[in-house]
């Protein structure tokens, strides 16, 4: 079983900045998909960016949104098994749950964990809201 705990959400002014982090502990896989998706009430949860860990490749990034890719950024921490998502220059509409998932590999289009959706994610934590004021 896989446990994901997101932290660091917060009700910031547009234009400011907001750094994520999702522990990852449990049994994982050696190879796996893990990332970041939001949601806002009424919509389909959206993927943000999704990160391939694993011992054959490396640092293998997708970013799911242009307009997100210019101002957010993925990062892992290998050693501490953690999540960033470092977000700068927010905007309203930002405003979302945000969540850490967790999967087995897969390859979408060519891309390792790439933009397939959030039904490839076995594994989800609580979430943590972020809230973007204008």
């Known amino acids: 079983q896989v446990q994901l705990t997101e932290s660091g959400g917060d009700s910031v002014q547009a234009g400011g900045s907001l750094r994520l982090s999702c522990v990852v502990s449990?049994?994982?896989?050696?190879?796996?998909?893990v990332g970041w998706f939001r949601q806002v009430p009424g919509k389909e949860r959206e993927g943000v960016a999704t990160?391939?860990?694993?011992?054959?490749?490396?640092?293998?990034?997708?970013y799911h949104n242009d307009s997100m890719k210019d101002r957010f950024t993925i990062a892992q921490d290998n050693a501490k098994n953690s999540l960033s998502l470092q977000m700068n220059s927010l905007k309203p509409e930002d405003t979302a749950m945000y969540y850490c998932?967790?999967?087995?590999?897969?390859?979408?289009?060519?891309?390792?964990?790439?933009?397939?959706?959030?039904?490839?994610?076995?594994?989800w934590g609580q979430g943590t809201q972020v809230t973007v004021s204008s």
């Open positions: 990160v391939y860990r694993g011992d054959d490749v490396t640092d293998y990034v997708i």
């Open positions: 449990g049994s994982t896989d050696k190879n796996y998909c």
């Open positions: 998932a967790a999967g087995h590999p897969f390859t979408f289009r060519g891309d390792l964990c790439g933009p397939a959706g959030a039904t490839r994610f076995q594994y």
